[in-house]
């Protein structure tokens, strides 16, 4: 079991940059989470999946942001135009369905100059 | 609306003291509830989880939690804090009126221990 993959680990851009952050899930997780970490407002739930459809866009905070899952083992979350109050740690976390655990990726930390 | 609270975002002991991570939960149906722990620079681990069944739930690296339906309560102790326990502790609750499965997580506790 290689966990919930991320890619990158770490994005530095400039503002007004296109970012693309990549996850891909356990093996047989059929539920697909994207969080964002910020030392203001802590764990935030910005959008999640089940058998690759998106359930709740709810925390997505502009149009700015969208997410797609394309297939079982793929996911992105995407920004574009991105903005310095962006900057966050991004987590995606995958699980086998609703009451089971979590498991989440190791993170990837987004810096927009 | 469902909420988490962790009471005290910092947390200090001395190594060998016993570690009490406060949790409170507003729930109308008892939730799902979870102790998750993360390291710098890494993802959040599980520790330990209450579903059903035995009010006190052991979790690993000696944690454990009692949820108490009475006090809405879902507190984190080890009788002895180690050094390698420094880490920001979340809680988090899935709704027991949610079928989707969505994690609601407090606002973390930092533990410092120290030598």
């Known amino acids: 079991d290689a966990g919930v993959i991320q890619s990158p680990r770490h994005e530095v851009t400039e503002m007004g940059q296109e970012v693309t952050l990549r996850c891909k899930p356990i093996?047989?997780?059929?539920?697909l989470f994207w969080y964002r970490q910020t030392m203001m407002r802590g764990l935030e739930l910005l959008i999640y999946?089940?058998?690759?459809?998106?359930?709740?866009d709810s925390g997505m905070p502009e149009d700015r942001f969208s997410a797609k899952m394309p297939n079982a083992s793929f996911s992105t979350l995407k920004i574009q135009p991105s903005e310095p109050r962006d900057s966050a740690v991004y987590f995606c976390a995958s699980n086998r369905g609703p009451n089971s655990p979590l498991h989440f990726g190791n993170g990837t930390r987004l810096t927009v100059t | 609306a469902q909420s988490v609270t962790q009471l005290g975002s910092h947390v200090s002991v001395s190594e060998g003291a016993l570690v009490l991570l406060r949790c409170n939960y507003s729930s109308s149906v008892p939730p799902y509830l979870f102790w998750y722990v993360q390291y710098p620079n890494q993802g959040l681990q599980l520790l330990l989880k209450?579903?059903?069944?035995?009010?006190l739930v052991k979790g690993i690296n000696g944690f454990e939690a009692e949820f108490k339906k009475s006090e809405t309560s879902f507190h984190l102790t080890k009788p002895s804090a180690h050094m390698s326990d420094a880490a920001e502790y979340f809680c988090a609750v899935i709704p027991g009126s949610s079928n989707t499965g969505k994690l609601i997580f407090g606002q973390g506790t930092t533990l410092q221990v120290k030598p």
């Open positions: 209450y579903t059903t069944g035995a009010t």
């Open positions: 093996s047989g997780h059929n539920s």
């Open positions: 999946f089940n058998n690759n459809v998106p359930i709740d």
